[in-house]
């Protein structure tokens, strides 16, 4: 008898490194190691209470006791068609919203909107890493577009078109972006919209991190620039109002993507927790103001987190100015100088793996992000830790990189190791 097996497909997709590494941290801290984790994707803020008690009193009426519409609640449809059109700068209407189980299903629920099998898929390097895996569960092909710190990690026009074949039917767009926290000026996003428009690419917009840019940059949605027949706005607010675990996003496009969404969550999911959709319906509402005080926060933990990472020996940085990441190329460490249990240490993964177990300190790999060669930081944690965890980093790599130097700082480097 031949063994039952789980599919190819799903055998061909890899566990999300970041939460992974999460994990990992999470289980060397419950066995009493001093880590500190750079990998968690999400604030460390709780939910504010005024989106709590809207919860608890939904969770009493029992009109939210039962099934509602796969695509959302109306009166949700209609605050999160406000609320793109106050940000975004252009209008939409509540038909033009789907509610999804999280950013995350909102962007595999378009993907299988508009794909079919063999499409290509344009998403510039570094990206998110979930991306690449959804695109191909939505039967698509991903065509990474490299970028590096020179550029910012910003993708151009002239790239682009380089990678675009008569199969390319969308781009993933994400400014500001997880991992590098780049974040696009106006006319970088113009000439992106105006090139899609003119090829009739689909854009999918991921406009998650909106409320977090920092210094002179702005948000600016991609959607000013297309027409709507192309566009995809994905968001939620997982990151904005820490929702993180309460799970809802959604869908911003056209009534065909949406129809044909609706028609695939009510298969699927069906409607996502009438509880967690009151509890966005309160953010919405009453939470203007609340993403503004984290973000004060971010951007002084960003400048710490910035400032520290260039003393780095070795390490390039550029500065981010969006979202709460760093994205610091170590390619200049891993010429085997450093050594993991004899080896030498030649990826930014096995420099990863060597930061937890010496001076457990938790940093997610480029390669989860198609970017081998560098380390993301999140600076989602308190202040303190913050500073403890770069400076456990900045004095390891100074005596270890520099045996000759090793007498100068191993008084520090030996406290903390
Ligand atoms: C770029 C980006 N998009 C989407 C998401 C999904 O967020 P959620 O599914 O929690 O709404 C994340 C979460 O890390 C993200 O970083």
Known sequence: MSELTVSRLLASVTESAPQAIDALAKKYRGEGRPVIAFGAGEPDFDTPAFITEAAKAAIDDPHNHHYSGPSGLPELREAVAEYTTAYAGSVFTANEVAIANGGKQA????????????????????????????????????????????????????????????????????????????????????????????????????EIYHDFVYEESRFVSISRFLP??????????????VLTGWRLGWIVSTASVIDAVKNFQSHTTGNVSNISQRAALAAIRHGQDFPEQMRNVFDRRRRIAYELIRTFDKVRVSNPRGAFYVFPDVRALLDGTLRHGGEPVTTSLQLSRLLLEEIDVAVVPGEAFGAPGHLRFSYALDDAALVEGLERIRDFLAARSHPAGYAAVSSSASRIV
């Open 107 to 206: 962007i595999y629920n378009a993907l299988s909107a508009i794909l079919n099998p063999g499409d290509e898929v344009l998403l510039p390097a570094p990206y998110w890493t979930s991306y690449p895996e959804q695109v191909k569960l939505a039967g698509g092909i991903t065509v990474p577009v490299s970028t590096d710190v020179d550029s910012e990690y910003k993708t151009t026009v002239a790239d682009l078109e380089h990678a675009r074949t008569n199969r390319t039917t969308a781009l993933i767009f994400t400014s500001p972006s997880n991992p590098t926290g780049a974040v696009y000026s106006e006319d970088e996003i113009r000439r992106i919209g105006e090139w899609a428009a003119e090829h009739r690419i689909w854009v999918i917009s991921d």
């Open 228 to 241: 709507r027949e192309q566009l995809i706005i994905v968001n939620g607010l997982a990151k904005s109002h």
